[in-house]
């Protein structure tokens, strides 16, 4: 157990849909990372906040997006949802400002989106 | 950004050691290299990092060469629970982290 929660843990909805999907990080942890994984992308970086602040985008469609709150949690956005987002959504949470470096990120079980 | 090349797949069997080879020809100076661990289904787990010559922890070792230009993950004496993919990543501490890549990973299998 990483300590990182995500919720829910699995999701099925239909094409056009908005999703909202939870993390909470580790107790203590400041910077929050969103990823995701389908079959035939692997694992896509898609932003990172820390401390309540955007910190670094990466692959994040317009109609994606992310905030995080003064209690640390954040949520992830899906809107007009596509065949083509289901996926594994993970979040990450580290004590600092972990960047390229990569360096000690602990993921949550993830959130398995089934888009029909 | 440096990129990471590694094998696709691996099989070896229980009891054995494992070496995990990641080459990043273009490795920058400020780069360090990390490693992950992933399950089916699972998020990735942090196994290692280092930045020069040996590093080791409760798990693993992580031996990178002098021109640092690839990297070899080291598991001892695996057993069936290390079959999942390890990923190598290289990059720079203080750049964004819209930078991170995994990659494809290495398929490691264990068998009896």
């Known amino acids: 157990d990483s300590g990182v929660t995500q919720t829910p843990k699995h999701l099925i909805t239909a094409t056009g849909q908005r999703v909202t999907l939870r993390c909470s990080p580790r107790?203590?942890?400041?910077?929050v990372y969103w990823y995701q994984q389908s079959l035939d992308q692997g694992l896509q970086f898609l932003i990172q906040y820390y401390n309540g602040e955007e910190r670094a985008k990466g692959n994040i469609l317009e109609r994606f997006s992310a905030q995080q709150f003064p209690d640390l949690h954040s949520e992830l956005n899906l809107s007009s949802l596509e065949l083509g987002d289901s996926a594994l959504y993970f979040c990450a949470s580290s004590v600092g400002d972990e960047r390229a470096g990569g360096g000690e990120q602990y993921f949550g079980p993830g959130t398995r989106l089934t888009v029909t | 950004l440096a990129k990471t090349t590694q094998p696709i797949s691996m099989d070896s069997y229980e009891g054995q050691e494992v070496n995990i080879t990641c080459s990043h020809n273009?490795?920058?100076?400020?780069?360090?290299i990390t490693w992950y661990q992933q399950f089916p289904s699972q998020g990735p787990r942090f196994i290692i990092q280092g930045y020069k010559t040996k590093v080791t922890n409760e798990v693993a070792s992580l031996f990178i060469p002098a021109d640092r230009k690839s990297s070899t993950l080291s598991l001892p004496r695996v057993s069936l629970s290390d079959t999942a993919v390890y990923y190598c990543l290289v990059g720079d501490v203080d750049s964004s982290a819209s930078k991170i890549i995994f990659g494809s990973g290495t398929r490691l299998s264990i068998r009896p």
């Open positions: 107790s203590g942890d400041l910077s």
């Open positions: 273009n490795i920058a100076t400020n780069d360090y």
